[in-house]
């Protein structure tokens, strides 16, 4: 599966909250937070779903691997969404799992330096639940 997700019973500002403590812990900042409904709204879209987008990075592993294969780039920085999921009304945190994203590089050395990306934010989201 390109991707790991999992339900919390937080609300989204206390799923947010935690995340972005536990990343810290690990070494990843949260860069950019991107509110979804809200841009959609101010652009006069009807969108009523509560969905952020955090931009996350550990400078150290960005410019490790960007120094050894700059198409990384264009997977960076990591995302984690928080969303209210519309049908079961529960809050879920996810990512796309940087070992399937690396598979379109295609470049053999970078697998294991995106299995510990992966294994440390799957770690940060499941400590957040």
């Not at 009807?46 to 996350?56: K, M, S």
């Not at 519309?86 to 399937?100: N, S």
Request: with cysteine; aromatic share 10%; charged share 25%.
């Amino acid at each position: 599966m390109f991707h790991y997700t999992v339900e919390t019973n937080k609300s989204m500002e206390e799923a947010v909250e935690s995340l972005e403590a536990s990343l810290k812990y690990e070494q990843f900042g949260v860069l950019w937070q991107f509110d979804i409904k809200s841009k959609l709204q101010e652009k006069g879209l009807d969108f009523h779903q509560p969905y952020l987008v955090l931009e996350v990075c550990n400078p150290k592993e960005a410019q490790r691997v960007l120094t050894q294969n700059q198409m990384v780039g264009y997977f960076l920085p990591c995302k984690i969404v928080v969303y209210e999921d519309q049908d079961e009304g529960k809050v879920k945190i996810g990512l796309p799992r940087p070992t399937a994203l690396i598979e379109m590089v295609n470049d053999n050395s970078l697998k294991e330096f995106a299995a510990g990306i992966e294994k440390r934010l799957i770690n940060c989201i499941d400590k957040s639940v």
